[in-house]
């Protein structure tokens, strides 16, 4: 039989953590509220941004009008990769770095990674090239921190140093559900064979500038929503990973609770037989 006093100690443990455990779900719940609330008032905005420049490329030819929207043969590729810099959050994290090295499996040209997130920086500092490391953004998150990064991303795509730009991050829906995406950022993908609206539009001044002002917007818009997207879904699969684990401790105790009785129970009975030999023993001396 276990040691009872072992046992206690064991319970206090659980219990401790159990502590901790429900203390953080109730930390990544507040900041959730935050977090969903951002990326809600975001997303109208991106969309509704990407649907004015499909509007204005279809009515207007596009052939040399952007850099951004160019396909060219492909020779470098470059992953934005957004994780979080803490763990604790289920396979949040492990998601995101497995479909990076899919991806990295099926393309058959130069790759540099962008790491935003400790996690996706520990998992491929040694084995992979880094372009650059934006882990500490979180500490002090704005669209402007986002969108100084990657103007220097655009300037290197306008120079040629990469071909195409991708985004891999996790896509909040709720909750207890995160989707891994991976989206493309440059060239800008337009929808193909889109048709003009039945709209007179009378672009001042032409289209091609304001193309040149929409698309960077876009493009570092698409980023930092992609970001925001990964923050609610860290805080999300948080809460739902310390709620899980709240639980799991919780039925730990109890078991080892009935454990405990059981054998301080034993423990009893066998001190009582003892005396009870005992007795009989000086009986019949």
Request: proline share 2%; charged share 25%.
């Amino acid at each position: 039989m276990a040691n009872l006093k072992e046992i206690r100690g064991r319970i206090t443990s659980i219990s401790s953590t159990m502590q901790i455990t429900s203390a953080m779900k109730m930390v990544s719940a507040a900041k959730l509220k935050k977090a969903t609330d951002a990326i809600g008032m975001l997303r109208p905005y991106s969309e509704k941004l990407q649907e004015i420049i499909e509007n204005v490329s279809a009515s207007t030819d596009l052939e040399g009008v952007s850099t951004y929207t160019e396909e060219r043969e492909v020779n470098k590729v470059l992953y934005i990769v957004v994780t979080s810099n803490k763990g604790l959050a289920g396979a949040f994290n492990s998601a995101v770095i497995k479909e990076l090295n899919k991806s990295i499996a099926n393309t058959p040209h130069e790759i540099e990674i962008l790491s935003v997130g400790k996690k996706v920086y520990d998992a491929v500092r040694k084995s992979k090239k880094i372009y650059d490391n934006q882990s500490g953004i979180f500490d002090g998150m704005s669209f402007e921190v986002v969108a100084n990064f990657v103007e220097n991303v655009m300037r290197d795509y306008r120079e040629g140093r990469f071909d195409k730009v991708y985004v891999i991050y996790n896509k909040f829906i709720n909750a207890a559900t995160q989707e891994v995406q991976t989206e493309q950022v440059l060239p800008i993908s337009l929808p193909q064979n889109v048709e003009a609206s039945n709209t007179d539009y009378l672009f001042e001044p032409n289209a091609k500038e304001i193309l040149d002002v929409l698309m960077p917007k876009s493009i570092k818009t698409q980023v930092y929503k992609a970001i925001l997207d990964s923050v609610a879904s860290e805080h999300g699969a948080r809460m739902t990973a310390m709620h899980k684990a709240t639980d799991n401790a919780e039925a730990l105790r109890n078991e080892l609770k009935i454990f405990y009785n059981k054998a301080r129970q034993a423990a009893i009975t066998n001190e009582i037989l003892e005396i009870v030999g005992g007795a009989e023993a000086l009986k019949n001396s």
